[in-house]
């Protein structure tokens, strides 16, 4: 057996929820309290909140003007003025778009595509000759860089998720 096997160097906790044993490495033996999110949840469910938590809260939505998503960490002045103008999200600011390709590959041409490129190769991939599973198109000329191309159905090929990663330059803007 190589390595250490996972238990190695651990500390067993007693959930306080349903009081089964877990495993923690040491750091958290202090901390840790329970065995899942599920057990964290119902355990904080019941908790009332104390009066000057909840005093705290309504001071932050009058300042702000609405109710902040839960949020670690102290705002920035821009976050708070978005706030007020009633921005919510990154993409909400005037001046900025979604790019080009991106919408592109949630369109319907896209989809069509793809269906296309699958049917053609028999949902098979070209290296391994899996069929059926995680498949994806791949284009045999880059998307980026060779827009005339990128609908045409004998520039895809079919190609497993495993081999789409390892084989092709996969995340990379090459020619």
Same mark, same amino acid.
């Given at each position: 057996?190589?390595?250490?096997?996972?238990?190695?160097?651990?500390?067993?906790?007693?959930?306080?929820?349903?009081?089964?044993?877990?495993?923690?490495?040491?750091?958290?033996?202090?901390?840790?309290?329970?065995?899942?999110?599920?057990?964290?949840?119902?355990?904080?469910? +019941?908790?009332? #909140?104390?009066?000057?938590?909840?005093?705290?809260?309504?001071?932050?939505?009058?300042?702000?003007?609405?109710?902040?998503?839960?949020?670690?960490?102290?705002?920035?002045?821009?976050?708070?003025?978005?706030?007020?103008?009633?921005?919510?999200?990154?993409? +909400?600011?005037?001046?900025?778009?979604?790019?080009?390709?991106?919408?592109?590959?949630?369109?319907?041409?896209?989809?069509?595509?793809?269906?296309?490129?699958?049917?053609?190769? +028999?949902?098979?991939?070209?290296?391994?000759?899996?069929?059926?599973?995680?498949?994806?198109?791949?284009?045999?000329?880059?998307?980026?860089?060779?827009?005339?191309?990128?609908?045409? #159905?004998?520039?895809? #090929?079919?190609?497993?998720?495993?081999?789409?990663?390892?084989?092709? +330059?996969?995340?990379?803007?090459?020619?």
């Amino acid at each position: 057996m190589r390595g250490k096997p996972w238990n190695y160097n651990r500390v067993k906790k007693i959930c306080l929820v349903c009081s089964s044993e877990f495993m923690v490495q040491p750091a958290r033996d202090k901390t840790a309290k329970f065995c899942c999110l599920k057990c964290k949840y119902e355990w904080f469910r +019941d908790k009332p #909140i104390s009066e000057e938590l909840k005093k705290r809260l309504s001071e932050v939505h009058k300042r702000i003007g609405s109710k902040p998503p839960i949020h670690r960490g102290k705002r920035s002045k821009k976050w708070v003025e978005n706030i007020k103008k009633g921005i919510k999200k990154h993409y +909400d600011i005037v001046g900025r778009t979604t790019p080009k390709n991106k919408l592109l590959k949630k369109s319907k041409k896209w989809k069509e595509w793809r269906e296309a490129v699958f049917r053609y190769d +028999d949902y098979t991939c070209w290296i391994c000759n899996e069929k059926g599973g995680e498949l994806q198109p791949h284009h045999l000329y880059s998307f980026a860089y060779y827009p005339k191309l990128r609908f045409i #159905i004998s520039n895809g #090929i079919t190609l497993c998720k495993f081999c789409h990663k390892t084989y092709t +330059d996969y995340g990379f803007n090459r020619k």
